[in-house]
């Protein structure tokens, strides 16, 4: 009755955007989680694969809590130390030599977007615009993120959606070459593909970047509008799937953003 109790008041007050599972967990440690009954249970989404280090790992937590002491939060029109020692790290283990820092998947995506058409209209003018993205692909709920993914089922009820975004299959690279003739300015490619890793095929996917380059690179004239094209890369779930920083990583060739 405890969790029928929770489920019933917060359906009340929370907008109802997730189909939530009928599950109050109320503390965890490690790779398990207990709900409101004392239930014990394994947890194999892991906050959708972002608490790598388990629940209550208390090196996260002694951090955190030093922070919280120390300053809380200044947004981002001040520089703070932390924010420097975590880019100077990133930057330090990945292709990139700038990191810009969000608060979602889905606001990152956001921001790949908006900087591939930047890019594009400031070197080129207008008229490379348009990203590419693959069927059956998730990209994020916002509404810039939403018009890129390529599954129709998300779109519904949020129509029309932005302009400017070319579905291929995945593994295509004919589909692919052709959308690249329509003013193109971005790929964007998830090297696991599907949300909630519906689609298993981090093998082809990064097989399917690596020639695609390939041709790229051996004849970029035969590429007429992917030659100002910007790879961007969805590397959200790769860390906990992959067993590596960033999906990318078994890739030979490296993105232009991730």
């Known amino acids: 009755m405890l969790s029928q109790n929770w489920m019933e008041r917060a359906d009340k007050v929370v ?42 790992h208390p090196e996260v937590a002694a951090a955190a809590a030093a922070q919280m002491q120390q300053l809380v939060h200044t947004s981002n029109i001040y520089y703070t130390t932390p924010m420097v020692e975590l880019a100077e790290e990133l930057v330090r283990h990945s292709f990139a030599d700038r990191v810009f820092f969000a608060n979602s998947g889905a606001e990152v995506n ?32 916002t509404l810039g993120a939403l018009s ?52 298993l095929e981090w093998k082809t996917a990064a097989a399917f970047s690596d020639e695609w380059k390939a041709q790229w690179h051996q004849n970029p004239q035969s590429w007429t509008g992917a030659i100002t094209a910007r790879e961007s890369r969805n590397d959200i779930k790769c860390f906990r799937v992959c067993g590596i920083l960033k999906g990318t990583e078994s890739a030979t060739e490296q993105p232009d953003g991730t």
């Open 15 to 56: 907008m109802q955007t997730y189909g939530r599972q009928p599950l109050v967990l109320v503390k965890g440690k490690g790779c398990r989680v207990w709900d409101d009954a004392g239930k014990e249970y394994l947890d194999f989404l892991a906050g959708l694969a972002v608490c790598n280090l388990g629940h209550a």
């Open 110 to 141: 956001e921001g790949a977007i908006k900087l591939c058409r930047k890019y594009a209209r400031e070197r080129y003018g207008p008229g490379r615009h348009n990203i590419i993205s693959m069927r059956n692909s998730f990209h994020g709920r």
């Open 148 to 199: 890129a993914t390529g599954q129709d089922k998300f779109w519904q009820g949020f129509e029309p959606l932005l302009p400017g975004f070319i579905f291929v299959p995945f593994n295509d690279l004919a589909a692919l070459e052709k959308a690249t003739e329509i003013g193109a300015c971005a790929v964007l490619l998830e090297p696991i593909q599907g949300d909630g890793l519906t689609y």
